[in-house]
């Protein structure tokens, strides 16, 4: 495999000018993770969501939840006190809990190999992270298509590049490279292409200790001892089985002191039963086996709760996004998490059905993305890029997405409240039936009073028309790539860079032999 060269820095139009400005958005953009500064939205009073953690409790006790595949985790399961029956393994009504709370974190820094991008993850913050894994690429030059490597490439520099994402991770499958090599090229390309936290590959037991190898090359191995430098995200194979796969990718980043995610995905009337609040239950339920299990394996290891809770179609069968029980889903979580004592991770970014950036995409993302960031989530995957239900990966969808990011962001911006915030200079200066277009204080804040946005269009008809009349995915189609063009490709030390790429071949290598 040729890494792809750097493009030299130069832009120019419209689009390159859109492109600057979304690269130096308002400071609180800048910031690796967001802060919130506002009352989170909750649904459920006491009542209401010890309902569902006693019935979560009964799940368990009555039900149990499959490990499949692993004798040592139903050793350990037993060893701390739960009833094991070949692979499924019942645990009595607060166990999971109490191992949890005994040792989980509440919080915890994710550190990144540039230091300014470090997240803070749990407590009120909010850490917005792209689309990760879809196998199909769009954009509106040519269509829908499986991913190559020059589409990871791309998407992964707008990602670097877009200032409201704080994370970066796989944002479409490498299709052009064979299974068993792809994390070996996708861990590679996030510490060379970006300086973000990354996030680490669960394929397989071989794809976690390669990609901490990876890691140890490029942070150090004791810093790695001590500190977490991945984000893991672990699926539970809802309902009620953790199979081996993930099983094994946990077991390797927790015992390794690294951020594991447990996270069920649950399309209600699916995967999980046709009422949210039966599938919240379920939800909790594997959130606990999985997340004591992290405990229990590293006492104080890093671990969240994660949530994917929807509804499908009940005329098709497809999966539904920006629905009120998805809604009601994602807020109730982040109460049942912030309850257990763990941060919340979501796959509730800016997710859809809709297979282009149309008026669909943009209502489903823009209510689903707004629901987790005002319900308290901590973790907001697929903020920006996501089509088709998770199968594409949009370029134009990445930067609309970015906007809608962005504004939020800039709701949680404190009201300035100082002298010139209060602006009574201006009132008493423009005084009744005039305009304040040419007041001093309008004079002094009009470049930074109000969000910029990056692609909507407020100009006239006819400025709009005289420039080709575009629509919202044109004129994202032109910002993307004038991106890609400014990019620039973030230093690292030419010693280790040259072990991360010596490590990756001879594993390539390795892995082609059969040795």
Same mark, same amino acid.
């Given at each position: 495999m040729i890494d792809t060269p750097d493009k030299p820095s130069r832009s120019g139009g419209r689009a390159g000018r859109r492109a600057k400005r979304q690269a130096s958005s308002s400071p609180a953009s800048r910031e690796p993770y967001v802060e919130r500064n506002f009352p989170l939205f909750r649904l459920l009073d006491e009542d209401g969501l010890q309902t569902i953690e006693r019935n979560a409790d009964i799940i368990l006790r009555d039900v149990g939840m499959v490990f499949s595949g692993d004798p040592e985790v139903l050793l350990i399961l037993a060893a701390a006190g739960?009833?094991?029956?070949?692979?499924?393994?019942?645990?009595?009504?607060?166990?999971? +809990?109490?191992?949890?709370?005994?040792?989980?974190?509440?919080?915890?820094?994710?550190?990144?190999?540039? !230091?300014?991008?470090?997240?803070?993850i749990g407590?009120? %913050?909010?850490?917005?992270?792209?689309?990760?894994? !879809?196998? &199909?690429?769009?954009?509106?030059?040519?269509?829908? +298509?499986? $991913?190559?490597?020059?589409?990871?490439?791309?998407?992964?520099?707008?990602?670097?590049?877009?200032?409201v994402l704080h994370a970066t991770g796989g944002p479409c499958e490498l299709m052009d490279v064979p299974i068993p090599e792809r994390h070996l090229h996708g861990t590679?390309?996030?510490? +060379?292409?970006?300086? #973000?936290?990354?996030?680490?590959?669960? +394929? %397989?037991a071989t794809a976690a200790k390669d990609t901490l190898a990876m890691a140890r090359i490029v942070f150090g191995e004791r810093y790695l001892e001590d500190n977490i430098c991945i984000y893991a995200g672990v699926n539970t194979n809802s309902p009620l089985v953790l199979d081996d796969t993930m099983m094994a990718a946990l077991k390797i980043y927790a015992r390794a002191n690294q951020a594991v995610l447990v996270s069920p995905y649950i399309l209600a009337g699916a995967m999980g039963p046709v009422s949210i609040a039966g599938s919240l239950a379920q939800q909790l339920a594997e959130a606990l086996g999985g997340l004591a299990l992290v405990q229990l394996l590293r006492?104080?290891?890093? =671990?969240?709760?994660?949530? &994917?809770?929807? %509804? @499908?179609?009940?005329?098709?069968? $497809?999966?539904? &996004?920006?629905?009120?029980e998805s809604i009601k889903g994602i807020t109730i979580a982040a109460e049942l998490a912030r309850r257990l004592g763990v941060p919340l991770s979501?796959?509730?970014?800016?997710?859809?059905?809709? #297979?282009?950036?149309?008026?669909?995409?943009?209502?489903? %993302?823009?209510?689903?993305?707004?629901?987790?960031?005002?319900?308290?989530?901590?973790? @907001?995957?697929? =903020?920006?890029?996501w089509l088709e239900g998770g199968l594409t990966t949009g370029y134009e969808k990445m930067i609309i997405d970015a906007d809608i990011c962005s504004i939020l962001q800039g709701f949680n911006k404190p009201l300035d409240l100082s002298e010139e915030g209060q602006a009574m200079d201006a009132v008493r200066e423009v005084g009744p039936g005039s305009h304040y277009l040419g007041a001093a204080h309008t004079m002094r804040n009009f470049e930074t009073a109000f969000w910029k946005p990056t692609?909507? /269009?407020?100009?006239?008809?006819?400025?709009?028309?005289?420039?080709?009349? !575009?629509d919202t995915a044109k004129r994202a189609n032109g910002i993307w790539?004038?991106?890609?063009? /400014?990019?620039?490709? !973030?230093?690292?030390?030419?010693g280790i860079h040259e072990a991360l790429r010596d490590y990756r071949d001879q594993r390539l290598k390795e892995i082609r032999t059969g040795e």
């Open positions: 739960a009833r094991v029956e070949g692979e499924r393994v019942y645990f009595e009504p607060g166990m999971c +809990r109490e191992i949890i709370q005994a040792t989980a974190p509440a919080d915890f820094t994710q550190h990144a190999r540039n !230091p300014a991008n470090s997240l803070h407590g009120r %913050s909010a850490v917005f992270s792209t689309v990760g894994g !879809p196998p &199909f690429v769009h954009d509106i030059d040519k269509g829908r +298509r499986y $991913a190559t490597t020059e589409d990871h490439l791309n998407l992964l520099k707008i990602g670097h590049i877009l200032p590679y390309y996030q510490f +060379r292409y970006s300086d #973000k936290a990354i996030h680490g590959s669960v +394929r %397989s006492p104080g290891a890093a =671990c969240a709760m994660g949530t &994917f809770i929807g %509804s @499908i179609s009940m005329q098709s069968g $497809a999966p539904a &996004f920006g629905t009120p979501c796959a509730g970014g800016a997710v859809t059905a809709s #297979k282009l950036p149309d008026a669909q995409a943009a209502f489903e %993302s823009t209510l689903t993305l707004q629901a987790s960031f005002y319900a308290g989530v901590n973790y @907001i995957s697929h =903020c920006a890029g692609v909507a /269009d407020n100009n006239t008809y006819e400025q709009w028309a005289s420039e080709g009349a !575009p790539k004038a991106m890609l063009v /400014d990019y620039q490709t !973030p230093a690292m030390d030419p």
